[in-house]
Structure formats: C-alpha cells, structure tokens
C-alpha cells in the first residue's frame, strides 16, 4: 500500500510565508506528477500547483508568482513554499500523487490533509 502523508500547516499573518511538505511511503515504483490542492469551507477543492516528473510546474493564476511547487524524487516528497499569503489562502491543503506500485499498478492518492489560516 502507499500513503501520503503531509506535515507544516498552521495559522499565520497576512503577508507571511508557509512551507507545507508531503512524504509518499510505501510499495512505490515510481511518481509520476504530484501536486497540492485545497479546499475552503463551503467550496469545492481546487488544484494550486502540480510538478511532473520532468520537473516542470504549473499554477492557476490565483497563485501564480507566490506559490513554489518542488519535489525529491530521491525521498519521494513534495513541497509546496507559499509566500505573501492572503486571507483566501485559507484551506485544508492536499498532497496528491499519481503513482505506480512495485506491483505496476497505477493510480492516484490523496493525503489527509493540513490546515492552513491566513488571518491577523
């Protein structure tokens, strides 16, 4: 089985900077992208930033230039670095994995999630 499993959420002021990371264990062959979402309260989940394999990223607009998506592939972890945080940042966030077992199955898992409050 695999699990991800993400770590660094918490509360801060508008303007400051958070570093979320997510950690994949288990029968793992390979990752292909990863990525984090979040969901606010009464709204759907959202995508807001995604690394493949090459290494290549991409972010909505909404935080583009704020948000910095990184991976080690060596440690199979992600991170998501997220500077000038805004009130509308806040957010469960979700690591998410697209990954192939040692048993060459495929598929995508989520982790559990990490509250992130952006309030003064």
């Known amino acids: 089985q695999v699990q991800l499993v993400e770590s660094g959420g918490g509360l801060v002021q508008p303007g400051e900077s958070l570093r979320l990371s997510c950690a994949a264990s288990g029968s793992i062959f390979s990752i292909n992208s990863m990525a984090w979402y979040r969901q606010a309260p009464g709204k759907q989940r959202e995508w807001v930033a995604i690394?493949?394999?090459?290494?290549?990223?991409n972010y909505p607009d909404s935080v583009r230039g704020r948000f910095t998506i990184s991976r080690d592939n060596a440690k199979n972890t992600v991170s998501l670095q997220m500077n000038s945080l805004k009130p509308e940042d806040t957010a469960v966030y979700y690591c998410?994995?697209?990954?192939?077992?040692?048993?060459?199955?495929?598929?995508?898992?989520w982790g559990q999630g990490t509250q992130v409050t952006v309030s003064s």
């Open positions: 690394i493949i394999s090459d290494g290549s990223t």
């Open positions: 998410n994995a697209d990954i192939v077992q040692v048993s060459r199955s495929r598929r995508t898992y």
